[in-house]
């Protein structure tokens, strides 16, 4: 699993920084999460190719995490792209794309699929294999989602030395990997756990920007490996954060802390402060494991 | 009068060019012509105050010349502008911000002047006691105009020693200065030409991007300071200049000789050339007095 920050601030696009955009890879998959103005720049220079984002899921529709998103559409139709892109967001997405499009006269080649969101509750909005994505419902200033990309869980692992001491034929391998017990010929029944490893630990990273703290999202990110939090502010603004429903440093340590996440990354920094320590300095008060995203940035899991 | 480009390429936005945008500051006005995505990090790369816009020319409805509008209208917001904003553009402008303004819960405290344009004549799109602009009508693949930036004449210039020596009160000056000729008390008329100097030369700007080769437009733009005319191709794309309908170098120099210009200013390049000077030198090759636009240069006429 890997993490590209393409951009963590927030509010406008300044000349060092860029507004929320990352992108997830996964089991092989690319996932575009956010696509606030800029975004295809950033793209480009941290290296990721066009044509392998298939999947674009957008929290909410202020601009800081959606003006890009226009943009990259009308690129991939200039680069002749072909393969369906998947749009994933609050409903009034179509509507905004769809409106500059005709109104520019310029209709993709390619199919534009929309997947507006509405629900308040956690809803499967992508689904295949090997992943899994489902939506966790936001509390900020309008409808907004988190996401919640989860691995698949997958085969068990033979255990090669005891599936040939009990000289079982091939034909039978993908049933033990799918958990099954072997009757053999001599009517011995051998458990599946003598014949398997556990299959390898599946990953899974919660993105959760922008939101006001909101410990009822605590179910839905559990024991995740990685928690992407925002925290727009530091304790010094805790008042202000609760008014424009946004985090503080500490409020962002304390939901990763009370949902026992692996790891927690923050962002979405308020252009205010001079630097974005102070955000690790407050949020190591409360849980210990703490990374700062920063534009151009990843992150190995 | 100073030119300032933001941007002068054509499409997409790359890591180190962008669409197009520019900023010309006339008699202490400042107008921002056409806002490609990425415009307000340019703005404030090349430390122009954001304050100081307070007018938007939009040519026509193709992204690289409007997509980051949505953005810096919004950047305006945050930062508190209470100035009013005047946007002039094709209609359907005011329906794509307000739309993005609308599902993002934000509205600004400060005035949206949207004034939309579907007229195929030249028409005045603003006016003050200084400078006049009018729309240039082009011919591309949407409804398109350019824009014609004219200083007005100022006052004649008192000639004091002429004044002085007919001893003139001075409640006379500013009649003087408007052109009337004088009555003495001893019943001489003092022709005007005798008191004054001819006023400033006014200087004259035309935008023009996108369009094809269009002999139509010359009367518009007949004889101005500095025309900035598209260049999207060279020589070897000429045919694919008139299907896309868009200009080669050498179009917008003979454009450029027809009209009698004083400077031509080149851009809007495709991206897919190496180097910017071939359309000098083609251009070279029919007119004599080239410039070519490039991002983050400024023009002092």
């Keep these: 699993m890997n993490l590209t920050i393409l951009g963590c601030?927030?509010?406008?696009?300044?000349?060092?920084?860029?507004?929320?955009?990352?992108?997830?890879?996964i089991k092989n998959r690319l996932f575009l999460i956010d696509c606030g103005e800029g975004t295809q720049v950033q793209l480009r220079k941290n290296k990721i190719r066009f044509s392998r984002i298939n999947h674009v899921f957008i929290s909410h529709l202020h601009g800081d995490h959606f003006f890009g998103l226009v943009g990259l559409v009308s690129?991939?139709?200039?680069?002749?792209?072909?393969?369906?892109?998947?749009?994933y967001g609050p409903k009034g997405i179509k509507e905004i794309i769809n409106l500059q499009l005709r109104l520019s006269n310029s209709w993709p080649n390619y199919g534009l699929l929309f997947h507006e969101l509405e629900s308040k509750e956690s809803e499967i909005v992508f689904e295949d294999d090997k992943v899994i994505v489902k939506t966790i419902p936001l509390k900020h200033r309008v409808y907004t989602n988190g996401f919640l990309f989860q691995e698949k869980v997958g085969d068990r692992k033979l255990d090669m030395n005891a599936v040939q001491n009990y000289e079982i034929d091939k034909c039978y391998y993908q049933k033990i990997k799918?958990?099954?017990?072997?009757?053999?010929?001599?009517?011995r029944v051998i458990e599946?756990?003598?014949?398997?490893?556990?299959p390898i630990p599946v990953k899974s990273y919660a993105f959760c920007s922008d939101t006001v703290y909101d410990e009822s999202i605590i179910p839905y990110i559990k024991e995740v490996d990685v928690l992407y939090h925002e925290s727009t502010f530091l304790d010094s603004e805790e008042v202000l954060a609760g008014k424009t429903m946004h985090s503080?440093?500490?409020?962002?340590?304390?939901?990763?802390?009370?949902?026992?996440?692996?790891?927690?990354?923050?962002?979405?920094?308020?252009?205010?402060?001079?630097?974005?320590?102070?955000?690790?300095?407050?949020?190591e008060t409360i849980f210990p494991n703490i990374l700062l995203a920063d534009d151009g940035k990843s992150f190995e899991f």
């Design 9 to 25: 601030y927030a509010a406008t696009p300044r000349t060092f920084t860029n507004p929320t955009s990352q992108v997830l890879e």
């Design 75 to 87: 690129t991939f139709m200039l680069l002749n792209r072909i393969t369906d892109l998947h749009i």
């Design 178 to 187: 799918n958990g099954k017990d072997i009757i053999l010929d001599d009517g």
């Design 192 to 198: 599946n756990h003598k014949l398997t490893f556990d």
């Design 248 to 283: 503080t440093a500490k409020e962002a340590a304390t939901i990763a802390l009370k949902a026992n996440v692996k790891q927690l990354i923050m962002g979405h920094y308020s252009t205010r402060y001079d630097s974005i320590e102070l955000f690790k300095e407050q949020a």
